[in-house]
């Protein structure tokens, strides 16, 4: 399996300041992408960065992406409190339509 | 907006019970996927289906078998349900060629 790792698996911060959370794969992708989920809820897909990008915006989301070292990394900007939630991580697999998750990040955003 | 809706969200079943999960999306996906998500193992797929009537195993389908009768509906089958089933199951649909997944709410499943 080529399961991604979450890197941290639990982060606190303070409202306003940022958030950085970290993903590592095994093998060679064609995209990664980053979900959002709320306690006891579905996934929410947020942004997908694709093998050939280095970074990319989405409101308050930067994402990047290094393939020589395998790795991507999600950054959440003046976080709030709405933005409590796990956040995975995900890969194609040997270029086919399904995925493998990470084991996610449990961000907690204190007011 | 895509909505996927799955028919429960929580259910208590007995072991040996026969179970259905239902899940159905109401955009025209082709792609369907059951995961199940357990705490330290994130999310794990179960089976996925391209089309209608067809199904591909995941990584765990062992004690699991699915149906896809209709494009907008893939059901997930206990068999004789045990408690290491016992979990969070997921459903999810997307378009070919794109890799972004819908997902429903989630059955949270417990097995006794």
């Known amino acids: 399996s080529q399961q991604g790792e979450e890197d941290p698996q639990a982060l606190s911060i303070q409202e306003g300041e940022n958030a950085t959370m970290n993903c590592s794969y095994k093998t060679s992708i064609n995209n990664l992408q980053w979900y959002r989920q709320n306690s006891g809820r579905g996934l929410v897909h947020l942004i997908l960065i694709r093998s050939n990008e280095r970074e990319k915006h989405s409101g308050r989301l930067r994402v990047t992406l290094d393939t020589s070292k395998k790795s991507s990394s999600l950054l959440i900007t003046a976080s709030r409190a709405a933005d409590t939630a796990s956040y995975f991580c995900?890969?194609?697999?040997?270029?086919?339509?399904?995925?493998?998750f990470g084991q996610g990040t449990r961000l907690t955003i204190n007011p | 907006d895509v909505k996927v809706t799955q028919s429960s969200r929580y259910l208590v079943k007995r072991t040996g019970e026969k179970v259905f999960l239902e899940c159905v999306q109401d955009m025209d996906h082709e792609n369907m996927f059951w995961y199940r998500q357990d705490p330290g193992l994130g999310l794990r797929l179960i089976y996925f289906?391209?089309?209608?009537?067809?199904?591909e195993k995941g990584d765990i389908p062992e004690g699991y078998s699915v149906s896809r009768e209709k494009k907008e509906r893939f059901s997930l089958i206990l068999e004789s349900a045990s408690t290491n089933q016992t979990s969070m199951y997921l459903c999810?649909?997307?378009?070919?060629?794109?890799?972004?997944?819908?997902f429903g709410p989630g059955t949270r499943l417990t097995v006794t």
């Open positions: 999810a649909s997307s378009i070919p060629g794109r890799y972004e997944q819908y």
């Open positions: 995900a890969t194609d697999y040997e270029g086919a339509q399904k995925l493998v």
């Open positions: 289906s391209y089309d209608v009537k067809m199904k």
